[in-house]
């Protein structure tokens, strides 16, 4: 039996109240995420699984657990609701998951700001601050399940982004408590710029306690499709919407032909052979919204109410963002995806070359956001059928070569998707200060185990 599953019957022992899950069935299906959208990473991690699972109820649980692993040299890895894409929840060297779901309480909200534990599920979060008048400024399309700190510590954003920017736009995320990883464990306050050299660390620099978070005043929401005939109107049509000042907006996608022969449920709404939009905009925009659409030669081929769509779990929210290559995959196994960014002030230029260069090799839809700097651009996640981990890098290449960021996200360090290659080095900083002994998530900040600091979390 490996060290690190005798030394966790042990503390096991020494904790018996806390909630342990050693199933092994269970114990793997708490070691996955859903990395299995890229067939490279699904070779790469298929096996990857913990010795045991626990899931604390409250702090003083969970600093028991980290204490007793802290003092045994056990690897740590972090869990929210387990929806993201990379493997990042995925312990490459064994050791111990920390499901933090439980950690789930509403601290308060006020003043446009709210505080909450970080395993609460941000649908929980969004219905708690909504009653008080606030809404969260921007959603994963998993905000059914996905958790606080795991769009903190894994995630980018969403909807909302189109008017607030990434969650890591200075501004959103005013501050975080996190617990370090020692035989002693502390808990530290961080505030803006320090707090955010936690965000997008995959849970390698710090285990996220709560944190504290700038919202968006509250609003309803309702959704429409509009289709169009021709590419370029389809892709003119979103980016008015986009810029238009007058047009409360909280959500714009794009699905070119083929992509929305993929989207079954939504037939009804999606003629065959047509282009796509699906919007979420406010009640009171969605008459300008149609003419504009007009004008374009487009038409509307659905609306309904947000809140309610989401009640009955059809909300277009969830066939937006990674949503859509959930829905293709469910179609079509063969498909993957790329992330990548497109330059403000180029990006209608740069889709058009995308769209001429590959065909329908390379499916592209697209999400409209504001970047880093304010500015109203479109990502994209294309969707293109796997054919090697070499066709991948490639096809990366073409988009590079076009002046086009890619976000590789068939990677499994920190370093080499979102981050191009290398963190800033306040994130190691933060590593060294509340992971010493580099028991977070080993394997995935790639600086640190380059370091030569990893190896004592080896089996
Ligand atoms: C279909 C689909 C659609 C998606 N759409 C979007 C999208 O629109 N926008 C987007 O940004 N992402 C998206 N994602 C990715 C993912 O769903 C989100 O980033 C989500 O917010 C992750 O939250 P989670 O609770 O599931 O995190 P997990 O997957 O559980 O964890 C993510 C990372 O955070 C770490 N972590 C978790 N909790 C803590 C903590 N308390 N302290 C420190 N580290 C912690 C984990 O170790 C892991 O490295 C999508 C994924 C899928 C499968």
Redo the contacts with the bound molecule.
């Keep these: 039996m490996n060290t690190h599953r005798v030394a966790l019957r042990g503390i096991q022992e020494q904790l018996p109240s806390l909630a342990w899950i050693t199933d092994p069935a269970r114990v793997a299906r708490l070691s996955q995420?859903?990395y299995w959208?890229s067939p490279v990473l699904k070779s790469l991690l298929d096996g990857k699984v913990a010795d045991a699972v626990v899931k604390p109820r409250d702090e003083s649980q969970l600093r028991g657990v980290v204490a007793a692993c802290a003092k045994e040299h056990i690897p740590i890895?972090?869990?929210?609701?387990?929806?993201?894409?990379?493997g990042?929840?995925t312990p490459l060297f064994g050791g111990l998951v920390?499901d933090?779901?439980d950690?789930k309480r509403f601290c308060w909200v006020r003043d446009g700001a709210a505080r909450a534990q970080?395993?609460i599920?941000?649908s929980d979060l969004d219905q708690q601050t909504r009653e008080a008048g606030w809404e969260l400024r921007?959603?994963?399309?998993?905000?059914r399940?996905?958790?606080?700190?795991?769009?903190?510590?894994?995630?980018?954003?969403?909807?909302g982004?189109i008017n607030y920017g990434?969650?890591g736009a200075a501004g959103t995320i005013l501050g975080v408590s996190?617990m370090t990883v020692e035989p002693e464990p502390k808990i530290i306050e961080l505030k803006g710029h320090e707090a955010l050299m936690?965000h997008h660390?995959?849970?390698?620099n710090?285990?996220?306690?709560e944190i504290e978070i700038a919202l968006a005043p509250a609003r309803p929401w309702s959704e429409a499709i509009f289709v169009f005939e021709h590419a370029q109107d389809t892709l003119a049509f979103a980016n008015d919407l986009a810029f238009a000042p007058g047009i409360a907006k909280k959500n714009i996608c794009v699905w070119f032909d083929p992509i929305p022969r993929y989207l079954t449920r939504l037939a009804d709404h999606l003629p065959a052979g047509l282009h796509a939009v699906a919007a979420v905009l406010a009640p009171s925009s969605m008459a300008a919204a149609r003419a504009m659409a007009l004008e374009r030669c487009g038409r509307q081929t659905y609306e309904d109410s947000t809140q309610l769509a989401t009640q009955q779990n059809r909300t277009i929210q969830?066939y937006?963002?990674?949503?859509t290559?959930?829905h293709v995959l469910k179609e079509d196994k063969a498909i993957t995806y790329l992330q990548v960014s497109f330059t403000a002030g180029q990006h209608l230029e740069q889709v058009a070359r995308v769209r001429e260069a590959f065909g329908d090799a390379v499916m592209l839809h697209l999400?409209f956001i504001r970047s880093m700097d304010g500015q109203i651009t479109c990502t994209a996640l294309p969707l293109l059928r796997f054919q090697s981990a070499e066709h991948l890098q490639e096809v990366i290449q073409q988009f590079r070569a076009m002046g086009i960021r890619v976000n590789n996200p068939h990677v499994n360090v920190v370093e080499d998707g979102k981050y191009g290659g290398a963190v800033p080095p306040e994130v190691l900083e933060l590593k060294r200060r509340f992971d010493p002994r580099g028991l977070?998530?080993p394997g995935?900040l790639k600086s640190w185990v380059n370091a030569g600091v990893e190896h004592s979390t080896r089996r």
């Design positions: 995420d859903f959208f890895t972090l869990r929210g609701g387990g929806t993201g894409n990379y990042q929840s920390i933090m779901s950690l970080s395993g599920r941000l921007c959603l994963p399309s998993t905000f399940i996905a958790s606080l700190g795991g769009l903190f510590a894994g995630g980018f954003g969403g909807i982004s990434p969650l996190a936690q660390a995959w849970g390698t710090g285990i996220v306690l969830e937006s963002w990674n949503h290559t959930l999400e977070l998530n995935k």
